[in-house]
Structures are given as C-alpha cells and as structure tokens.
C-alpha cells in the first residue's frame, strides 16, 4: 500500500518507469518484523528512515502517515493471514524524474518470512570475512557515501553474498581496509562472552542497527554490560558466540568464520534477551 493509506492489488504494477528508486536507487528502505498482529520497533525504524531521508536530501518523511499506513498495512495482513509472522518493507524514493513535483514514493508491502531466513536461526550462519576496501575512519569524512543511511542501493551487498555462496559460506562480515569488523552485509555483528556483549562501535561505517540497539537497551535493563569497540577477527573467534543481528531474522549464531570452526558452546540467555528486546 501507499503511504496515502490506499490499499493497492499486489498483482498490479505500481511503480512509474521512471521512479528514481528503480533506476538509480535513490531512496531508503525499512524491513521490520511483523510478529503475533504487531510491527515489532517501528519508533526506531522510522527515527533511521527519516534520517536516511536527510542524508540523502529527500524531502522529510511524513512520520504520521508512514505509521498509520504500517498500521493499516498490518491489520490487512492479519486479516488475511492471522498470526502468520511476516516480513513487511517500506521504501521511500526521491519519486519520479519526470515529475520532480509530485514529491517522493512511499509504499509498504507485507510477505511472508522466507523460509532461508527462518532455518538461518536454529542452524546458523558460515560466514565468509571480506574486504569492503575503506578504512573506520572514512565514512565521518565522506557523508556522501551515506554509510549511515539504509539506502535502496543494495546490489553491492547482494553480491557480496552471492560471493560469499558461490564459496559454499551463507553469509558475510564486512572488515575494513585496516583490518577491523564492521558488519553483514545486512545485519550487525554482536559477540557474546559471559554476560558481555560487544559490536563495533559507530562511526566506522556501518548502518546503525534497529535490532542491536534494541538488544543494547534490553541488556543494560537486565544487568548485562554491552559494550562497543574496534573488533578483529580475533577477537570474534575468542568470544562464547558470535550473531549476526537484523529486524525479521532476529538472531543467527556464526558456526564458522572463514577456516575456523566456532565452538558450539553455551549461548547463555542471550536468545531470551533478544526476544525481551522486540516485545514492543
Ligand atoms: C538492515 C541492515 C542491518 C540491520 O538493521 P536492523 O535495523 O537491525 O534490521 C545492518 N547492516 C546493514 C548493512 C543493513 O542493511
């Protein structure tokens, strides 16, 4: 559906040819977990999406109309699909060339979880380390790369795991040129020792992520000690678990880092502390 709240036949087409999120991926998206009847975190997903919005100058998202529209959006679903969990996308784009105008495109679909995504958390992820080729102290330097925003041009990322794939792995953490972890190529990196967590920490180039600073608040509530820092390689295959974290997968523990095997160890509590974190 559109974000002026009309319900739309996904079977129609939608989008003008022109659209400037379909020709050069000018735009930025949100996916967000659809659990039990509610969108799980949208505060925090519309907080990214309106500040991606900015960095890519595009006029100032309507907050009021998207969250209605999530709203509307998941009452449609579960009408028809009752408690089904659901992964639902909103994208916002500069709109179309042609028409510069009639302002930005906004819409909202609703699908099922993928059943990849689902196995990926109870079997894991075989993550392939690789070089994203710019070092942490470049992206506060370069906003024009927009490595905060979450922006509609992904074929870099989806290559990478193709990448990654076609060398028998599952999935993908980013290092930076001077050697330290930044991210999946769409989820973050969190390392779990004891009651510890630690994830990179921001300004190094990496997307901020909703789920991991839904987890960060949930574990400083519940008396565990969450922490950010420069992270090699080393330092994940030394931690009791590593996870790569995002909205509609949650929680997927890394079982190998390119040639090392992680060991299969206690999890801790730590699935019961992400489940915590998205209540709302
Ligand atoms: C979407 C995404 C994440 C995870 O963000 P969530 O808000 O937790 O889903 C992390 N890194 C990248 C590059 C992403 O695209």
Redesign the pocket.
Known sequence: MSLDGVVHDPDVPFLYADDLGAVRGEGVFE?MLLRGGRVRKVGLHLDRLTDGARLLGLPTLDRAAAARVIDIAAAEWVARNGDAEAMMRLAYSRGRESAPSAGPTGYVTVAPVPERIVATRSSGVRVMTLNRGYTTDFAAAAPWQLLGA?TLSFAT?MAAVRHANGQGFDEVIYLSADGYVL??????VIAVTGRTLVTPQPGVG??P????WAIYAEARRSGWEARTALLTVDDLCAADSVWL???VTLAARVTVIDSTVMAAGDEGDFRDLVDRSITE
């Open positions: 996916t979450k990322n991210e999946g190529a769409r989820a973050s990496i997307l992520g909703t789920t991991q974290i995002s909205s």
